[in-house]
């Protein structure tokens, strides 16, 4: 059997890319701030520009757009991992890194709102 054939898929919610304008920032020191490139109703990967430094077990994150009013505080999440991508930007010093965030237990309006997210600001 090929190794393509013994890969397991261990996400529980399909990911979908989002829209050009979308972003997150981590709380509470706005430390990573970056446009998502991925979002399901478990979690989220975003890159941002910035220096390693520990990953935290917990954190808030917040999602916003560019180009709407659409903006959803305070979602609990995990650090599943943050790695370093390369300089993308020229002239940076800083590398361009991916942090990828599972959601923990959110509250209603935070679902119910991050079902919409995924309904309209989502490429399907």
């Known amino acids: 059997m090929s190794k393509k054939n013994d890969f397991q898929e261990r996400r529980k919610h399909k990911r979908f890319k989002a829209k050009r304008g979308a972003f997150a920032v981590s709380l509470p020191n706005f430390d990573k701030l970056g446009q998502i490139k991925n979002i399901s109703e478990g979690g989220l990967a975003f890159q941002y520009m910035g220096d390693a430094e520990e990953a935290k077990d917990s954190v808030e994150v917040e999602i916003f757009l560019t180009f709407d009013d659409f903006f959803l505080r ?40 991050l079902h919409y997210f995924l309904q309209q600001y989502t490429q399907r």
């Open 74 to 113: 305070k979602l609990p999440a995990k650090t599943v991992s943050d790695f370093e991508i390369g300089t993308q930007v020229l002239f940076s010093s800083l590398p361009t890194r991916q942090v990828n965030l599972q959601f923990g237990e959110l509250q209603h309006h935070q679902k119910t709102l």
